[in-house]
Nanobody
Framework: QVQLVESGGGLVQAGGSLRLSCAAS????????MGWFRQAPGKEREFVAA????????FYADSVKGRFTISRDNAKNTVYLQMNSLKPEDTAVYYC?????????????????WGQGTQVTVSS
């Protein structure tokens, strides 16, 4: 059974930084692209970033480009999201997900396993 466990969320002031981690088990982690999504209260879940299985390709939402960095360590079965220059509008529950091997990296329908989420709150 595939399990994804996020950690690293918390409360931070605007302009601060956080690093999220997502530890994976139950699947050959290095064979799958991974993504981060987020969902704010009253809003739909939205794409944040994705990384190819090798880490050679990364993809970002325009709203986080230049501030967030996705990376992975296949030896540790972990994907990371470094978030810098955080803004109050980044406040959301952040989810990591494992890609199906087909479909766009930008849509949640292309991911088949999800973590439970970690709360990120940015105060102004």
């Amino acid at each position: 059974q595939v399990q994804l466990v996020e950690s690293g969320g918390g409360l931070v002031q605007a302009g601060g930084s956080l690093r999220l981690s997502c530890a994976a088990s139950g699947r050959t982690f290095s064979s799958y692209a991974m993504g981060w999504f987020r969902q704010a209260p009253g809003k739909e879940r939205e794409f944040v970033a994705a990384i190819s299985w090798s880490g050679s390709m990364t993809f970002y939402a325009d709203s986080v480009k230049g501030r967030f960095t996705i990376s992975r360590d296949n030896a540790k079965n972990t994907v990371y999201l470094q978030m810098n220059s955080l803004k109050p509008e980044d406040t959301a529950v952040y989810y990591c997900a494992s890609h199906r091997h087909s479909g766009s990296y930008y849509t949640d329908r292309s991911y088949d396993y999800w973590g439970q989420g970690t709360q990120v709150t940015v105060s102004s």
